[in-house]
């Protein structure tokens, strides 16, 4: 007995340790010897003929050798799923050398560029810039800004009304009313640069939603000089330093006297011409009245500067649309301009 023992483990052990092994191989050779109908069971079963003392010996015996076969089937079923994963592995091996993706890198869009430009000028010069909302009250969009509910100058600027009282901004002049009153009569300088709204049909030069920036300073003894010199610093941090302005007599009921400012632009010929680029004048003493100042006491200069017009003569763009339509390729021109 003890000897068919002995050649039931050198005969597994033999089978177990050979190369080329799959789980499946294995658990066939566990079944074999371990299984319900495997060889050991099968000796186990032949001890009820054994004598009182051979029993427990031969019993300890085939424990020993149960495990010895379960335990050595443990170590080569480790081997193998080692040598799967290896395979796994090598089959999914990454190659560094492939060149990556390449990760688009975005540009900021050139009407924000325009803005961080005049920004940039503005805050250099001791400006806050100031901020209000695109869903404005009527009373900021036009009471304040001295149109009132009959005046004509409201059919230039042909609205969206949400309400009676509540409108898309038409121009970014209601932040001159929101500062005028948060700084409760103190001197200010601020700029607000923003979208508004005007019903209109789109094309080429059109748009019913265009951004401008909105200038306005408060202070005792402001004069049209102030104004100038400021329109002028601006237009050529905008577009050089031989870059001429050219002022001319307008109307808006906010401000009096009111200018429109064209900046001189030599054409291919040599002639020149002059292209408006924003609206400004000296703030109307009702403004500054209806804003918390005393007009006898303060003066004040406000200007608005159309930034896709800005935009469209800086990068000489011929739709306005473009700037709306977000394809890439015509974003990708103003890279780091
Ligand atoms: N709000 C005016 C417009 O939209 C521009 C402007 C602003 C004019 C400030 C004068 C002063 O046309």
Redesign the pocket.
Known sequence: MEQRLNEILREALEKINQNDHTLKSLEEIRLAYLGKKGVLTEVMAGLRNLTPEEKPVIGQKINVIKATIENTLKDAKTKVEDQELLKLLESEKIDPTLPGLKLPTGSIHPLNQVIEDVEDLFLGLGYEVADGPELEKDLYNFEMMNIGKNHPARAM?DSFFVDEETLLR????PV?ARAMLAHKGKPLAIICPGK?YRRDNDDLTHSHQFM?I?GLVIDEHITFGHLKDTLLKMVRHLFGNEREIRLRPSY?P??EP?VEVDVVWTKADGTKTYIEV????LVHPDVLKMGGYDPDKFQGF???IGVERIAILKYHVEDIRNFYTNDIRFLKQFRGK
């Open positions: 600027q038409t121009h970014t002049s001159q508004v401008q909105e808006f906010f401000t009111s924003l609206g400004a004048g406000a200007f608005g």
